[in-house]
C-alpha cells in the first residue's frame, strides 16, 4: 500500500471485530510486516500477501526444491549444502 501523503483524504474508523477475526487479522499483518491498518486496507483491496496456493502447484514447487538440494549436494558435497543452509536459517528475518 502507498503510504497516504494527503491527510484529508483519510477517514479514521472505529470498528468493532469478533475477538476471532481480529487475531487473525493481526496474525496476518506480524506474517506480511505491515500494520493491522495496512493489513486490513490491503485486504479490503484484495491485496493479500498471503494466498493460497493450489496443492498441485505446492507439489511442483516441493519437488522443484527437493531436485534442486539434491543436485547442490552432488556438486558441492553433502556438508558444505547443510552447513549453508543452516547459516541461511540464522540470518533469516523473523516470520520469513
Do not use: C, Y
Not at 516441493?62 to 536459517?89: N, P, W
Amino acid at each position: 500500500m502507498a503510504a497516504v501523503k494527503d491527510t484529508s483524504d483519510v477517514v479514521k474508523l472505529n470498528l468493532r471485530l469478533p475477538k476471532a477475526i481480529h487475531r487473525k487479522l493481526h496474525k496476518a499483518a506480524r506474517a506480511n510486516n505491515v500494520s493491522l491498518n495496512t493489513e486490513i486496507i490491503n485486504q479490503l483491496e484484495g491485496r493479500s500477501a498471503h494466498f493460497p496456493v493450489p496443492d498441485r502447484v505446492q507439489n511442483i514447487i516441493q519437488a522443484t526444491a527437493a531436485a534442486t538440494v539434491e543436485r547442490a549436494m552432488q556438486a558441492f558435497g553433502r556438508d558444505t549444502v547443510l552447513k549453508s543452509s543452516r547459516r541461511t536459517q540464522r540470518k533469516r528475518p523473523r516470520g520469513a
